[in-house]
């Protein structure tokens, strides 16, 4: 009897992406939390409760929804979830894409800040008064990234799983989802055990990068959403079509690499970490690059803002010390 028969390796590597890509995000911000709280061990174990709430809450989220679209389906006939999938693919990218963004980007001037993140961190979680929405989503930022990204990525995996299933036994799903998952964690925790060995500086620095190409990625896996969805709605395709694409704005079509071949599972991983795609548009290549230039010129506006304070207060401090 085949291995195939208890073991399905396209849903194999479904889970693993899935898993892989929101364990990098829980295990960044629990190493960061490492990295800055270090002694105040009251402090840590608050704001990693936000980190683990807002894991478990997406994953619940994400589960009851999945599992509801695909009762709907069976029950009716009528796949309502996947007719919608580019839409909702689309935004939870854009949102995971911000905040992905705001907290690399946090992360490299925490290496200057340390000590300045660590009182925030303390007053936001102490502070009983605080209003406003603003106020609300800094207080609880470590709770709405990984619920965001959780939700997404499961969402995402129960979508694919409940339209790999109609073409595999449902004996072999158990296994491949448990090995997954752990396969998954497995790389989080790595991750984990790895950041909480290396310099702050140079953490934040992998970390950053990580994250940046992650969100790069999600651009463009956003963009080619809205946009498969659009044009599946003009020829009356399937949502599910992966190889139907917009050739009036196509820019290449590989026939190799292809991320959507549940057998390719090396592919799976590029497009799940650095958004690789074999077919791609000249929204999702414009808007690839488009990110990293934003990206980049806010970088460099940050870095000469922060070198002139820093001359400033240096010219305050000696104008200081000439009165006395």
Not at 124 to 136: I, P, V, Y
Not at 233 to 255: C, E, F, H, I, M
Not at 265 to 282: E, H, P, R, Y
Request: proline share 2%; aromatic share 12%; hydrophobic share 50%.
């Amino acid at each position: 009897m085949a291995g195939t028969d208890y073991f399905s390796i396209p849903i194999f590597f479904i889970i693993f992406r899935e898993t892989t890509e929101a364990a990098i995000i829980v295990s960044v911000l629990l190493t960061f939390l490492s990295q800055v709280i270090g002694d105040d061990r009251a402090l840590k174990k608050r704001l990693s409760r936000q980190v683990w709430g807002g894991t478990f809450l997406g994953l619940l989220i994400s589960i009851a929804i999945g599992v509801t679209f695909i009762v709907v389906w069976n029950k009716y006939g009528s796949n309502l979830w996947a007719s919608s999938e580019g839409i909702w693919v689309g935004c939870f990218s854009f949102v995971a894409v911000i905040m992905i963004t705001v907290m690399g980007i946090a992360m490299l001037r925490t290496t200057q800040i340390q000590e300045k993140w660590k009182g925030k961190l303390s007053t936001a979680m102490d502070a009983e008064n605080t209003k406003g929405l603003g106020n609300a989503s800094r207080r609880y930022a470590l709770f709405i990234l990984p619920l965001v990204t959780v939700l997404r990525e499961g969402l995402e995996a129960i979508v694919f799983i409940g339209g790999v299933t109609f073409t595999e036994q449902a004996k072999a799903i158990p296994a491949a989802v448990v090995v997954g998952v752990f396969c998954g964690l497995l790389v989080g925790y790595i991750l984990y055990r790895g950041g909480n060995t290396m310099r702050l500086d140079k953490f934040f620095v992998a970390s950053t990068c990580l994250l940046l190409l992650l969100a790069a990625g999600l651009v463009a896996k956003g963009i080619a959403a809205f946009e498969s969805n659009a044009w599946n709605k003009l020829t009356n395709a399937q949502s599910d079509d992966s190889g139907s694409y917009d050739p009036r704005v196509n820019v290449w079509a590989l026939t190799c690499c292809d991320p959507n071949n549940n057998e390719a599972g090396g592919w799976q991983l590029f497009n799940a970490i650095f958004g690789w795609s074999n077919i791609a548009s000249v929204g999702t290549v414009v808007g690839y690059i488009l990110y990293w230039v934003v990206v980049s010129v806010s970088l460099v506006f940050m870095k000469l803002r922060r070198r002139k304070r820093a001359r400033l207060a240096n010219k305050g401090d000696h104008i200081q010390e000439e009165k006395s």
